[in-house]
C-alpha cells in the first residue's frame, strides 16, 4: 500500500484538477493575475503596535492583484474567480523583502488545511455526482463556516483600485517597548470600496479588471490605507473562520501608493512567490494552521510552475 501524499500536496493536486489543469508555468492557485508597482508609507501610530522595518520607514513595493482558482483565464466577474488577492511584496535593503498576502473576504472557509481539503474534494466529486445530497451539499451542512464563506456576498468591484482586502490570519506584532499584541491586516482604498451593480457587473469583459489597471495608472495613481484590527483577550487567533467584531480596535500601519503598471508582470510573476510567512522582526506567525500550511503549498505549486513552464 503506497501512503497518503502529504496535505500539501494534495490540496495543489486537487486544485490543479479542479481548475483543469495542469496548466504549465501558473499558479494553482490564483493563477490570474496583474503586476503593479508603487511604495509604502507608515503611519506615526504604526509605532504602537510593531517595530518591524516595512511599518517604520518607506518601502518600494511590487503587487500582485488576482483572481482566485488554478484558471488561467477565467472571467473577473465570474463567482467563481472570488475571492480576488493582493500580495503586496516590500522590498528591504540587500535583496531582503517581506510579503503580506491578502483576499477580499474577511474570514476563510475552513480551520485546518485538513479540512480545506475536504471541501476542495467535496467540490471536485460533486461535478459529475448523481447523489442527493450532492457531496458538496452535505459537506456544508456539516461544517458552518464553509457555509458562511460561501454565503457571504462577493460583489463585483470597479477596479481592483476600489476592492478591500483582508489578512484572514492573525499575527502577533511586537513594538519597541516588547509589548505584544495579535491583529489582523485591513486594506482599504482611501478613494472608497466601489463595486458594481448587478446589470453592470454582467455586461463587463472577462479581462476588465486586468485592462482597466494600466489605462487608471496612465491618469494617477490610486492608494489604499493598511491598518491592523488588534484581537482582544479571548479573540480567536488561531481560527481563519472566527471573524473578529468590527467593535475591535483599528490601528492604521500606514498609506500603499501604486502608482505604475509593470510591463514585464507576465513574465515577472512567473519566476517569484509571495509567502504569509516572508516576515521580519515584529511580527510573527500565529499557530494558525492555516497560516502554516500556505508556505509550504504555495512552494508546491511554485517547483511545478517553475518545472513546467
Ligand atoms: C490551506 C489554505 C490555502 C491553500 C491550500 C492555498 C493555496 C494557494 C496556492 C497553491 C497558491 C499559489 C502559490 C504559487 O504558486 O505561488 C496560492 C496563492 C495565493 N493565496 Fe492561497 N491558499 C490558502 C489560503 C489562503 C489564505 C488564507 C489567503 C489570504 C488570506 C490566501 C491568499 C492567496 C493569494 C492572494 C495568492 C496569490 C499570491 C500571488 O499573487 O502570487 N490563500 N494559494
Known sequence: ETPAKPVAEQLVDTLTELAGGPHPGFRS??????VVEGHFTPAASAAEVTKAEIFTAPHPVVVRYSNATGVPNSADNDGSAFPK????????????SADLVCISVNGFPAVTPEEFLGLLQAVAASRDSQAQPKPIEAFLGQHPAALRFVMTPKPVPESFATQPF?????????NAQGETRYGRYRIEPVGGAKFLN???????????????????????????????????????VNDATSVWPDSRQIVELGTLTI??????GAAFEKTMMF??????????????????????????SFNRRLQSH
Open 85 to 96: 488577492g493582493i500580495a503586496i511584496r516590500f522590498q528591504l535593503a540587500d535583496e531582503a
Open 166 to 174: 483582508f489578512g484572514v490570519n492573525a499575527f502577533k506584532f511586537t
Open 275 to 300: 509567502s504569509p510567512l516572508n516576515l521580519v522582526d515584529g511580527i510573527e506567525a500565529s499557530d494558525d494552521p492555516i497560516l502554516h500550511a500556505r508556505p509550504v503549498t504555495y512552494s508546491i
Open 198 to 236: 448587478a446589470d453592470a457587473a454582467k455586461a463587463v469583459d472577462a479581462d476588465y479588471l486586468m485592462h482597466e489597471l494600466p489605462g487608471r495608472l496612465q491618469q494617477a495613481a490610486y492608494s489604499y490605507r493598511i491598518s491592523v484590527q488588534l484581537a482582544d483577550p479571548g479573540d480567536e
Open 29 to 34: 492557485n490564483h493563477a490570474k493575475g496583474i
Open 259 to 264: 502608482d505604475r503598471f509593470r510591463t514585464d
